[in-house]
Nanobody, 124 residues
Framework: QVQLVESGGGLVQTGGSLRLSCAASGRTFSRNAMGWFRQAPTKEREFVAT????????YYADSVKGRFTISRDSAKNTVYLQMNDLKPEDTAVYYC?????????????????WGQGTQVTVSS
């Protein structure tokens, strides 16, 4: 059974940092593009960052560019999201996802495996 499990969420003050992890089990995702998305209450799930299968190509939403960094460790079958200079508007449930292609995407519908999410709350 394929699973993605996120961890690392929590409560942090404005300007603080968190690092989210997404551990994959069941099969290797080393050739799959991965993405991070987030969903705030009453809002649709939105794209945050994506990384391609090799890890050499990344892409970010404008709202997080320069503050967040996506990376992967294929040996550990894990994807990370380093979040710095956090703002209250970053508060959301964060999800990692995998898609069958090795090319990253901003399209939430193109991902077929999802984690359960981890809550990030940024206090002002």
């Amino acid at each position: 059974q394929v699973q993605l499990v996120e961890s690392g969420g929590g409560l942090v003050q404005t300007g603080g940092s968190l690092r989210l992890s997404c551990a994959a089990s069941g099969r290797t995702f080393s050739r799959n593009a991965m993405g991070w998305f987030r969903q705030a209450p009453t809002k649709e799930r939105e794209f945050v960052a994506t990384i391609n299968g090799s890890g050499r190509s990344t892409y970010y939403a404008d709202s997080v560019k320069g503050r967040f960094t996506i990376s992967r460790d294929s040996a550990k079958n894990t994807v990370y999201l380093q979040m710095n200079d956090l703002k209250p508007e970053d508060t959301a449930v964060y999800y990692c996802a995998a898609r069958s292609s090795n090319i990253g995407s901003t399209d939430v519908g193109s991902y077929d495996t999802w984690g359960q999410g981890t809550q990030v709350t940024v206090s002002s």
